[in-house]
């Protein structure tokens, strides 16, 4: 079914509330799910060095944790490491 212009611009603005309202409501905690975020976060000095490490450590266990959790939802094994060299993009992997 083809849905008017005006249908589809209004579908398209509220997805954009919200994630403005899940952003805005999630920025005090943002830097807990981005190591990038928190490195930036403790060079403009907003967060001590001990607070950035241990945030940096929670989001690389949490990361690892998910990953394991994602390959047993999939019937995979927990952990699995490659066999064979990665050949696409021309070698650059």
Known sequence: MHLPWVLRYGEKRGVWVYYRARTAALQPVSASFNPV????????GRIGTRTAAALIGAQVLGGLAGTVAANLMFGLD????????????RGIW
């Open 78 to 89: 927990a952990v699995s490491f490659s066999t064979h060299g990665q050949e696409g993009a």
């Open 37 to 44: 975020v928190t490195l930036v976060e403790r060079a403009l």
